[in-house]
């Protein structure tokens, strides 16, 4: 008899496992426990980054779920990256590999946890996982073709543990390249399958590695210091690197005519090491613009150092250590007090993060994703708009009071960012670029979308849609199906000047206008547009910067 309490829903799991865990615990059990640690609180950051959700913590590993294949799929090459990304820097004792399965299916809820075939098809998906990679059931699969820049291979139907039906699966790869040559000879049959082939998924979508991978040993000389810097504390209310180039295999010796035939043919040339990315002060996110002579001594210093960052802003950094490992822990740890102190409130994402070791870049994030400069209309609203947090849309309770009492009354320069999913943040600074700048970074990076800034101290910049209701901050990446000048064209829209509007029709054309005089001109004109380019059911999607829904 079935349980009719029991509540059911499609949703997509991740599972992750550490590869041969069992042999560094044996080894130095500890420090495979503190290991585990740090990069688990990697994997949950990025999870969190992509909307997920970890729902279990299996000893050496995680379950976690995702409403999105394809954000799943994101998360989890970032996640892989962070791991390649601080295995580059890291001792041979600090390495830490992981394999990832990722399956679509039903699920039962049971309080916090989940159960069901689809959880456990995606542990045995990750059993059959390469080190380092990534294996996908065929639901999954379909989900992201199109959608992702991807090699895939097909290894054919899968028989594993526990699971009474073979499982179709696919090894993913990052731009096509063939994954490396499974470990052991399970996935040696899999990968001899007739069916196993490379296979392309086009997509608006090219580059997701992290922008966290090793840099050179760039050292210039000149004075150092063993102070830590820490940024100003913030009154806030919350609400990329390319990827590595891989080497071609080297043209063969030339071997005499009667020889060739029996010589094996070369092995194909390991990838090439990812290029390393400098430390660059201008380059380091959330920093006010007055602590950028502090970024310039840590550039500048020799020696073993390290450079720790919060999302706030605030930051650490250790120079003249004796080594790395003991730069990147006083680091760390100086910079995770500094955010108990001057944080009121201290939540999952004002942990520090390790921006740097030496002068090579080990930030596992990419870079906050930002509008094109200068990140605002070039014309405000005429005549102009004071800010009054009661009628802004999209905000909460909580955020409206935190406005009223805290921002409005500041003799600072401060932005109000809105973000994707009812994200607000405001961080009062030196000046009025640098206060854009650095909400925007942050809201872009806590969201993994571009933000808008809807005001600049106590002026609304961007006009609020009355004749359709808002109902999130407008992001072209999330449209599918665009062309590349679509594309420039949506990237472009969110810092043009009001009134503008967007209207998507059912068969992919897009109707874009900006620079009009009202509301309903630039609606009836991005409709116009639409239809022209031959559109079928075309919609009003966005006005402003707002995605919008009918009243």
């Known amino acids: 008899m079935s349980d009719i309490n029991l509540v059911r829903r499609l949703t997509t799991i991740i599972a992750i496992d550490v590869v041969a865990f069992s042999t560094m615990s044996a080894r130095d059990e500890e420090h495979a426990l503190a290991l585990l640690g740090s990069r688990m609180d990697i994997a949950g950051t990025l999870i969190r980054h992509h909307r997920g959700r ?12 995702f409403a999105s294949p394809v954000e799943a799929v994101r998360a989890a090459l970032e996640i892989q990256e ?6 580059a820097t890291a001792g041979e004792n600090d390495q830490l590999n992981l394999r990832i399965g990722i399956n679509l299916g039903d699920i039962v809820e049971s309080g916090d946890d989940l159960m069901g075939d689809a959880v456990n098809v995606a542990v045995r998906l990750e ?14 699969y379909e989900q992201i073709t199109g959608k992702l820049m991807l090699g895939a291979e097909d290894i054919g139907d899968q028989h594993v543990k526990n699971i009474p039906r073979p499982i179709h699966a696919y090894r993913l790869t990052l731009n096509g390249s063939k994954p490396a040559a499974p470990p052991h000879p399970a996935h040696e049959a899999a990968k001899a399958s007739p069916r196993s082939r490379m296979l392309l998924m086009g997509s608006i979508v090219a580059a997701l590695a992290v922008a966290a991978v090793g840099g050179t040993f760039y050292l210039r000389q000149g004075p150092a210091s063993g102070a830590v810097q820490t940024a100003e504390p913030t009154t806030t209310t ?4 390319p990827p590595a ?6 043209s063969p010796a030339a071997t005499p005519p009667a020889a060739s ?5 070369p092995p194909p040339a390991a990838p090439a090491p990812a290029q390393p990315r400098v430390f660059v002060p201008k380059e380091v996110p959330f920093v006010p613009d007055f602590r950028s002579r502090a970024l310039d001594n840590y ?3 020799a020696d073993s150092k390290a450079f720790a960052l919060n999302v706030r802003g605030i930051f650490a950094m250790a120079t003249r250590r004796i080594d790395d490992a003991t730069a990147r822990r006083v680091a760390l740890e100086e910079c995770n007090k500094s955010v108990q102190r001057d944080v009121p409130i201290v939540r999952d994402y004002d942990r520090c993060m390790l921006y740097a070791v030496g002068n090579n870049v080990v930030w596992s994030f990419r870079s906050p994703a930002m509008p094109p400069a200068p990140y605002i209309p070039a014309a405000r609203p005429n005549p102009p708009i004071p800010f009054d947090p009661a009628t802004a849309p999209l905000l909460h309770a909580p955020a409206r009071k935190n406005l009223e009492e805290n921002y409005l009354k500041s003799d600072r320069s401060r932005a109000l960012v809105l973000g994707h999913g009812r994200f607000d943040w405001w961080t009062p600074s030196q000046n009025d670029e640098d206060a854009i700048r650095r909400n ?14 809807y005001a600049l101290n106590n002026e609304t910049l961007v006009r609020t849609p009355q004749t359709m209701r808002p109902v999130n901050v407008f992001v072209p990446q999330d449209l599918a199906n665009i062309t590349p000048d679509q594309r420039r064209a949506l990237d472009q829209y969110l810092i043009a000047n009001d009134w503008r509007a967007v209207a998507l029709s059912g068969n992919g054309q897009v109707g874009i206008v900006s620079g009009k005089g009202s509301e309903g001109e630039a609606k009836a004109e991005a409709l116009r547009i639409c239809t022209q380019a031959g559109g079928i059911d075309c919609a009003i999607n966005a006005i402003g910067p707002f995605q919008v829904a009918p009243n």
């Not at 059993?127 to 999954?140: L, R």
């Not at 919350?238 to 690197?241: E, I, L, Q, R, V």
């Open 127 to 140: 059993s059959i996982a390469t080190t380092g990679g990534i294996c996908v059931s065929s639901s999954v």
């Open 238 to 241: 919350p609400g990329a690197t």
């Open 440 to 453: 925007l970074q942050i809201c872009g990076h806590l969201t993994g979308r571009p933000c808008v800034v």
């Open 245 to 250: 180039a891989v080497a071609t295999a080297p």
């Open 261 to 265: 035939a029996a010589s094996p043919a």
């Open 299 to 301: 550039a500048s210093a």
């Open 82 to 87: 962070a791991m390649r990304s601080a295995n």
């Open 54 to 65: 970890v729902f279990k913590l299996t000893g050496d590993g995680l379950l976690a779920e």
